[in-house]
């Protein structure tokens, strides 16, 4: 029953990642949301405390925004992934260092992966098949 | 002829023809190794950097953190100007460690505006593993500044000079602005602390721009 729906989504889903980076965005969101996690200061007193204290909250979300950017507005992921890893770097001096390094892990990782990304490529050739197809080739020249 | 030959590299997928065009799908965007190394390799190393920098001291990082209970340890802690009140600190709404509480826990506030702390140690139960900030086991040591934490419990031998007990929290002048809270609240303050071998719990520690040489980050299974 679950079968029939899913069948459906999930080539659709594929083909919808297929166009983006979609690991890069993910990780990067995910890293933000890890840092806002950690965070949980009261909006009182960060708001005492004026820019420094904001500026806590300010990284990790506009990493976490940068990661939903770059999953719903792909063709600009090369602009979203430096900004976030700039402020995923930033966020070890603001927001409880990267969020105790897992979030700054993430963030960086993500905007690596977002940079890197490009837009239609050749598709993968599988390691296994590489090598069948070497051994084909060898086999074809080995008589000749 | 040109019309043409862009048709032809529409249609076929790969110009060299692959033996099996079928089942995955043809072109997809993918992360070239390559590229990304152009930004990972200095990602990582400012990251080091950083990290190198905060263990040696030179860098300051701020602390934000609330809601769940963690214990600060110190074998010292010398600070200047010192104010104490009672405050009520409010969990975000639905928190999962609100348990029976309400979502509030009563807490005492103390501002220090700048303090050096010898062998500090912080720990977060994170449940069944915890994880554990050291700094300051060597001859630097940790200094926070406008250092604020609530707390719920509060041991160690303390000693203040030319302290105040009584004052109402909004007339506070030794801590600075951060140091004042609300009217009508006991409170205390002082010019000087000093606290051997002090241990918190811990509810918030907020703002506090902390240096920590020799820094070490990890989990363990116990606590400081």
């Known amino acids: 029953m679950s079968g029939g729906p899913r069948g459906k989504l999930r080539p659709a889903f594929r083909r919808w990642r297929a166009g983006r980076p979609f690991w890069g965005g993910l990780l990067l969101a995910l890293g933000g949301a890890e840092i806002l996690l950690t965070l949980r200061a009261s909006l009182d007193v960060v708001l005492h405390v004026g820019m420094q204290g904001l500026a806590g909250y300010l990284l990790p979300a506009v990493m976490l925004l940068c990661g939903v950017l770059i999953l719903f507005n792909p063709a600009q992921h090369l602009f979203y992934s430096v900004i976030g890893v700039l402020v995923s770097l930033g966020s070890w001096l603001t927001s409880n260092l990267g969020g105790f390094f897992v979030g700054l892990l993430l963030g960086v990782a993500g905007s690596c992966l977002a940079f890197g990304w490009l837009p239609d490529q050749e598709p993968r050739v599988s390691r296994r098949r590489r090598r069948k197809e070497a051994r084909a080739a060898r086999a074809a020249q080995a008589p000749g | ?224």
Request: proline share 4%; hydrophobic share 40%.
């Open chain 2, 1 to 224: 002829m040109t019309s043409s030959a862009e048709h032809g590299e529409h249609t076929s997928d790969r110009p060299g023809g692959t033996p099996e065009a079928g089942d995955a799908p043809a072109r997809r965007g993918r992360v070239r190794a390559r590229r990304a190394a152009v930004m990972a390799v200095p990602a990582a190393a400012v990251a080091a950097g950083l990290a190198i920098l905060t263990a040696e001291g030179a860098l300051g990082v701020q602390f934000a953190i609330s809601g769940m209970p963690f214990t600060v340890t110190a074998t010292e802690l010398n600070g200047t100007g010192f104010a104490q009140f009672g405050a009520l600190d409010e969990m975000a709404e639905g928190s999962p460690n609100a348990g029976d509480t309400g979502g509030q826990v009563l807490v005492v506030t103390s501002v220090i505006k700048n303090a050096t702390l010898t062998k500090l140690c912080q720990s977060v139960d994170l449940g069944g593993t915890n994880l554990v900030i050291r700094a300051g086991e060597g001859a630097q040591k940790v200094t926070a500044s406008d250092l604020t934490t609530d707390s719920t419990q509060l041991s160690g031998d303390a000693a203040f000079n030319n302290i105040e007990i009584g004052n109402d929290a909004s007339t506070l002048d030794k801590a600075g602005p951060k140091g004042r809270g609300p009217k009508g609240v006991f409170s205390q303050q002082s010019d000087t602390v000093h606290i051997a071998s002090l241990r918190q719990t811990n509810y918030a520690t907020t703002a506090g721009v902390f240096k920590l040489p020799g820094l070490k980050l990890g989990f363990s299974e116990s606590g400081c």
